[in-house]
């Protein structure tokens, strides 16, 4: 059941999401934004030489759920007249695709990827993958059984990146695995130009996708408990609510953008922690609290449970 007519819409890629809830929204969210105030034509920052592409100009939003349809009329409002909305239709949305983007929760992957069709349609595609943990070899598992490494070719090219929630106010930072093979020229500048509408993009080897999935995906969660506590504890200093976690928000921030500067968080505490002096003893109750090692042990224990996934 689609909400918007194939017809008449001009030539170019189309990009299909399969499974578009809060992160396929976002992304969406991003690249439509950003298509207008850049220009219309995509090239490779892994071969920047090579000459520019049509970007995608048709997108295709894939949901099980007449709910889920709904959440993308109401969230994307203003850009519908460029989105088709399909329910229930996901080989419809794969075989009108240049481009698959995977957004579906992990545990719907069998039941996405190896619905009837879904693999025939994907050859010779590219298909992004943004589920948490799930590896390229158990995408290709499901979609077509064991692949040999010695196979001559891939019935389609499948990357993985993981990027996060900022996605919606296009501040996300996008992990990918480095691809071996090595992608095509197309098929980087495609992504290249999908994740950069929505952030900043980090290539990672693939041994260390899962501590960088943490970091960068689920490091915005912890981020925001941290903010959460901040803001609290100016609340019961007599600071209202909403005025405090806006303060601690903008406080973050600005931390932030000193470190993206260059600034180490070391030398940037010390900076701000005088002998004596108010910060420090703040820095004295987090210290002793153990926060240091409760966060690491939150990212150990999240990298593990992200390998896990994977291997499920």
Do not use: Y
Not at 28 to 39: K, M
Not at 76 to 95: E, R, Y
Not at 201 to 209: D, G, H, I, S
Not at 258 to 282: S, W
């Amino acid at each position: 059941m689609s909400t918007t007519s194939f017809a008449n819409v001009p030539p170019g890629l189309t990009l299909t999401i399969l499974g578009c809830g809060t992160m396929g929204i976002a992304i969406l969210s991003g690249i439509l934004s950003s298509t207008e105030d850049t220009p219309s034509t995509l090239t490779s920052s892994i071969h920047p030489q090579s000459a520019p592409l049509p970007p995608p100009s048709r997108f295709i939003a894939c949901v099980r759920s007449s709910q889920s349809a709904a959440r993308i009329r109401s969230s994307l409002s203003k850009h519908l007249s460029s989105i088709t909305i399909l329910q229930d239709d996901n080989l419809i949305g794969v075989k009108a695709a240049s481009v698959v983007l995977l957004a579906c929760k992990p545990s719907g992957l069998s039941k996405v990827l190896g619905a009837r069709g879904i693999s025939d349609a994907l050859k010779g595609k590219l298909l992004i993958s943004i589920l948490a943990g799930v590896t390229v070899e158990r995408l290709q598992e499901t979609l077509h059984g064991f692949i040999s490494e010695a196979a001559s070719h891939e019935p389609c090219r499948i990357i993985c990146a993981i990027p996060n929630i900022a996605a919606l106010v296009r501040s996300s930072i996008t992990v990918i695995t480095e691809p071996s093979p090595p992608l095509s020229q197309e098929n980087s500048a495609i992504i290249s130009w999908i994740f950069t509408r929505i952030g900043d993009v980090k290539f990672v080897n693939t041994n260390a996708m899962s501590a960088a999935t943490v970091l960068c995906a689920a490091g915005p969660a912890f981020a925001a408990t941290f903010l959460e506590a901040l803001a609290s504890g100016a609340e019961a200093m007599g600071i209202g609510g909403e005025e405090a976690i806006d303060m601690a928000a903008k406080a973050i921030k600005g931390m932030a953008e000193l470190v993206i500067n260059g600034e180490h968080p070391d030398m940037l505490r010390k900076k701000v922690a005088t002998p004596g002096g108010v910060t420090i003893e703040g820095l004295r109750v987090l210290v002793e609290g153990g926060i240091r090692e409760v966060v690491i042990e939150a990212v150990g224990k999240a990298t593990n449970k992200t390998e896990r996934v994977g291997q499920s």
